[in-house]
């Protein structure tokens, strides 16, 4: 099973250098370990510490198309936007387009809301609740905010779903599906069961495994991932980059 691309990788250009390299190193290290392909998906611009700068996307195209023909591997440029509302909005508007190849999206902690509500519900909510035995009233709210959201925005790939926010795994999965967004298997976490991806994979679901790397190292290690796909025997046809280029992303611009 080998990787074509690790579409989930962090650099220093996320806030207080969050992530440890700089694209030419996770291309460098990616060329190394037989990728073909990684993305630059540093933090959304809302996250209170580790956002990337908008008026940096600019420089950062600069330095991916620098790191392209140093590493000889494809360099993608995203973000790993932020959940900032009940009403499903990220931190996205629709002139950054233009500027990414692909779009990511999940929870996080400390992200600028647009209302304290949202703050309090979407924010504070699970990071005091249980991650394992959330009230009805959360799961049903965490999950309609991520149903709007993949229902409004062009976001290709959701990660670590249910990672201090739980979800009904399920119902996320099967809009993701019908709207061609793909579920990340995590390199670093799994929150899902497996009577959970099983289903997924019984109805189609397509997946992407990445390694949410924030060292150069660690770029394209997904064992953790690759193991469970293996364990729970998933059909390598619902893994969208395995052997093959990602067809999946979305046209933009």
Known sequence: MILYGDYHTHTINSG???GK???????SVAAEKGLKEIAITDHGFNHEFFGVKR???PRIKEEILNAKEVSGIEILL????NLISLKGEIDLKEQDYENLDLILM???KLVKTPSFKDKKSLMFSNMIGSPFKPSLERLSRNTTAFLRAIDKYPIDIITHLNYGCPTDTLAVARLAKQKGVLIELNGKRIN??????????EEGVKFI??????FPEHVGECNKAINLVYRLNIPTSLIVNLDKTVSYFKKRG
Do not use: C, P, R, Y
């Open 106 to 108: 999940g929870h996080h």
């Open 209 to 214: 495994i990445n390694s949410d790397a924030h």
């Open 21 to 27: 390299g700089t694209i030419l190193q996770n291309a």
């Open 78 to 81: 995203g973000v790993e936007a």
């Open 16 to 18: 207080f250098n969050h």
């Open 55 to 57: 008026k940096e996307l």
């Open 192 to 201: 899902f069961t497996d009577e959970e991806i099983i289903t997924m994979a």
